[in-house]
């Protein structure tokens, strides 16, 4: 169906944070260190404090009282010490948005100790350790059989490094607040958040204040893909702006400002070995991950989960080693985990079945385990073979020559590639309330819409439960005063309030005036099951023989998801993946500066992502799934998993139209041509 | 400061502003029209198009002070008082946005872009106003970024308002 709220998103009356209005509303800037290693000598306010409009700076000159420091990346102006270059050190208060941002570039003097840094992550760093976990709560490394065997007997074997950039979420929202302390002390922050209970939780956390003082507002958000997913710096510093100067304030973090304090995807180095028999089944496979996080904070990239996932082997292990640079703490963004990781595998898999002469699709459905490989638990439902051969079907692969290097039509040599998706499903506990009000349905839970389509997918879900015409519910999210719910990552978003909801329609049903529901004892139930959606991504790729230019004439994304619960929003969140892979293969990538530690191509003239001639012919379909073993809606989690594989079917497209394997994203000129 | 007058979706605004204002941000913080949207504020999204007497144009990038005269319209002024512009319901229809927030920016270029004619840097034939096919709306809406990845979905939706 239409999205519910699209009349207001395409008549400009669909608020983001920064857009309520507020009286004798002021602005904040914030002042970024120069310094990505270090302590702050003196800070000088004296000027910026002089101009006229500017109401307040906030420092570590005066330490602001915070209720917890724990967050080290939210604890703002609590030390003198610097972690990363474009940590936020001081931030301007002013009547204007244009006097704040003059007054904390220029009037600022902050005199520091620069002390040496490091920003590269190298396999040989000599800080490289083994985290405890990872994300979220995954076991760092992983060893079944033994592998030093299984490789010693293969007929064929792949031992290859793959690497991926820093690369950044830049939802076209920049990050933003705005924060208004009222009368008796509650704090209402309107934010661009993915959670706003979680939002909520942490803000109060963060000043020491009970939760329910504080109310988190964002019923729009501007996209996210993880860098909202949790509290960001702009909301602890618009509540402490307004602290202290007595007013509402507003924060937008400028797009350069996004790439030091969002979060970004971690670079890897991954290296992978396959070994299989003369037949192609895989006698061994090993991915061993080295990824960076901040000296303040860890986050450890779960990379190499998906193999423990995709396919049978006696012997296999995964590691996942962490170094800590004087960086900011990279975050979740699209699919952490599985993009990086399956690009790394499923080309590791396209080599493998070329060494092996095998056709590619065949080589993964002789390798497609009975049982989840490590755990060995049964799949709730797997179709990953369905996939693979609807995928061939649709895309024509049949009369495919896989000699590669051949195909040339005029300039541009031509070639196509496939490769496999999967993303875990997922659901986390989560409240509803369903009420009759003034004739109409009207559901309540704190969810977030970031783009996803989650108002209009509930208010389906919520009309089928009750037998009601969509017209007739309202479905109210964005907002934690309403029934607490899980926050929108890891593609858990529909399964998880849309579990609530159902049980909260029910409940209505059953007592004819309200009904609610708080669905943690069934999450708490699921078990026994392996839950993973599965896909088949294939790519067609032109490359111009002189410029080493690549163009993606056609993508096909094969999903089994199991049910699609809107089949126009759901094709959207499948392309839209997909288009962000295209994005990943072909042009994403942060530079780091080594000289200074920042990031260089920090704006979205240099930080290329996927643009409207850049998207030929990208298609997403899906088969029937039916999986009783999920929650009510027998739905498996889409947002992320159309990302996953896509960089994997480009680069091995690449390979077959030239002959060239590029083992490091993105596939730039310079490598084609090198 | 600045006093400023503009006609914005066909009635006249004034206001006075700080002369370093754009007019995005004249758009957003004073006259509360904030449909217009910010995602860059160099340039390098689309996301703040409006037209400006008539030609789509980055507000971000427009001194406000410029434009002292000047008629603009926004997204708010797109559709006429109650009916959505064409553009509009089609961006509904063929879900050609998700999270919304390019939305605003892609239909002022849009309907800038419908108004243009000429030849773009794909057209073979340079002489005259080429058929407005995919290729041509992907080359003419190049500028406007959507990290959604909702372009496949935006180029249909104009492709049908067009035809
Ligand atoms: S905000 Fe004007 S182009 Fe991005
Ligand atoms: S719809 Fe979200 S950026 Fe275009």
């Not at chain 1, 702006?241 to 670079?267: C, E, H, N, S, W």
Request: with cysteine; hydrophobic share 40%.
């Amino acid at each position: 169906m239409n999205r519910v709220e699209g009349r207001d998103k395409v008549t400009g009356r669909a608020r983001y944070a920064y857009e309520y209005p507020a009286e004798d509303v002021a602005y904040a800037y914030a002042v970024q260190s120069p310094i990505a290693h270090g302590r702050i000598r003196s800070i000088d306010a004296s000027e910026a404090l002089a101009t006229p409009g500017v109401l307040a700076v906030l420092s570590s000159a005066d330490p602001p009282a915070l209720g917890s420091r724990d967050d080290a990346e939210l604890a703002l102006f609590q030390t003198h010490e610097v972690a990363y270059h474009g940590q936020i050190v001081a931030a301007v208060v002013a009547t204007t948005s244009e006097t704040a941002r003059e007054a904390a570039q220029y009037a600022v003097r902050i005199e520091y100790d620069a002390e040496p840094h490091h920003v590269r992550l190298r396999t040989d760093h000599c800080g490289l350790y083994r985290p405890d976990k990872v994300n979220p709560a995954f076991p760092t490394d992983t060893e079944q059989g033994d592998v030093a065997a299984g490789l010693a007997r293969a007929a064929v074997t792949i031992d290859a490094t793959y690497t991926t950039p820093t690369e950044h979420n830049n939802p076209m929202e920049p990050h933003a607040s705005m924060a208004v302390w009222e009368e008796n002390g509650d704090l209402t922050l309107f934010d661009s958040i993915q959670g706003a209970s979680d939002d909520r939780d942490t803000i109060a956390s963060v000043l020491g204040l009970p939760p329910e003082r504080v109310r988190v507002i964002s019923p729009h958000v501007g996209g996210g893909f993880g860098s909202k997913g949790t509290t960001r710096p702009n909301a602890i510093l618009a509540a402490l702006a307004a602290r202290a100067v007595g007013r509402p304030v507003k924060i937008a973090l400028t797009r350069q400002q996004m790439f030091d304090v969002t979060g970004y995807r971690t670079p890897t180095i991954q290296r992978v070995r396959l070994g299989a028999d003369a037949a192609g089944r895989l006698t061994a496979i090993t991915h061993d991950v080295v990824e960076q996080s901040s000296t303040i904070k860890e986050f450890a990239e779960q990379t190499a989960t998906p193999t423990r996932v995709m396919y049978a082997a006696p012997a296999r292990r995964t590691t996942h080693r962490l170094v800590r640079l004087h960086v900011p703490t990279p975050a979740w963004m699209r699919a952490p985990g599985e993009a990086p990781g399956m690009w790394a595998l499923e080309s590791a898999m396209d080599e493998l079945a070329i060494a092996a002469g095998i056709d590619p699709i065949e080589l993964r459905v002789l390798n497609e385990p009975a049982v989840e490989p490590e755990s060995g638990l049964p799949f709730s439902s797997r179709n990953l073979v369905a996939c693979l051969r609807e995928g061939a079907r649709r895309f024509g692969w049949a009369n495919r020559d896989p000699e590669p290097g051949i195909r040339l039509e005029g300039r541009w040599l031509t070639g196509t590639g496939v490769a496999a998706s999967t993303y875990p499903a997922r659901r986390r506990p989560s409240r509803a309330s369903a009420a009759v009000e003034d004739g109409d349905f009207v559901i309540r839970i704190a969810a977030a819409d970031i783009g996803t389509g989650a108002r209009t997918v509930l208010t389906g879900i919520a009309a089928q439960t009750l037998g009601s015409p969509a017209e007739r519910v309202r479905v109210e999210i964005g907002d934690s005063a309403l029934p607490r719910a899980s926050l929108a990552g890891g593609s858990m978003g529909t399964a998880s309030w849309g579990s609530a909801v159902v049980r909260a329609c029910e409940a209505l049903l059953k007592n004819g005036a309200e009904g609610t529901a708080d669905t943690t004892e069934d999450v708490e139930s699921d078990s026994g099951f392996a839950r993973h959606a599965f896909g088949a991504q294939f790519a067609e790729v032109r490359v111009d023989i002189d410029t080493g230019e690549v163009r993606v004439p056609r993508l096909l994304g094969v999903f089994a998801a199991g049910r699609v619960l809107d089949e126009k929003l759901g094709r959207s969140q499948f392309i839209g993946g997909m288009t962000m892979g295209l994005g990943m293969a072909l042009m994403e990538e942060t530079v780091v500066d080594e000289r200074s530690g920042a990031f260089l191509n920090h704006d979205l003239a240099q930080y290329h992502i996927a643009t409207c001639a850049d998207v030929r012919d990208i298609e997403a379909v899906w088969i029937e799934e039916e999986d009783p073993h999920l929650n009510p809606m027998g739905a498996k989690g889409i947002g992320e998993i159309g990302i996953v594989g896509t960089a994997a079917a480009i680069a091995n497209a690449v390979y077959h139209a030239t002959g060239r394997r590029i083992r490091d994203l993105p596939i730039t000129p310079p490598k084609l041509l090198g | 400061m600045a006093e400023i007058t503009l006609q914005v979706n066909g009635a006249q605004r004034s206001v006075s502003a700080d002369t370093r204002t754009s007019l995005l941000d004249l758009l957003r913080e004073h006259l509360d029209l904030t449909g217009t949207k910010k995602g860059c504020d160099h340039g390098q999204c689309g996301a703040c198009t409006v037209l400006i007497d008539g030609r789509r144009a980055n507000s971000c990038l427009a001194l406000a002070v410029a434009w002292d005269g000047a008629e603009i319209t926004t997204v708010e002024g797109l559709g006429d008082g109650a009916e959505p512009h064409p553009l509009q319901t089609a961006f509904m229809d063929f879900d050609a946005f998700q999270c919304g927030y390019c939305t605003p920016g892609q239909l002022c270029s849009a309907a800038g872009m419908l108004a243009e004619g000429g030849p773009s840097a794909v057209t073979a034939d340079l002489t005259g106003d080429p058929p407005l096919t995919a290729e041509e709306i992907r080359e003419r809406m190049n500028g406007n970024l959507c990290r959604c990845g909702a372009y496949v979905n935006i180029v249909a939706a104009i492709e049908d308002v067009s035809r």
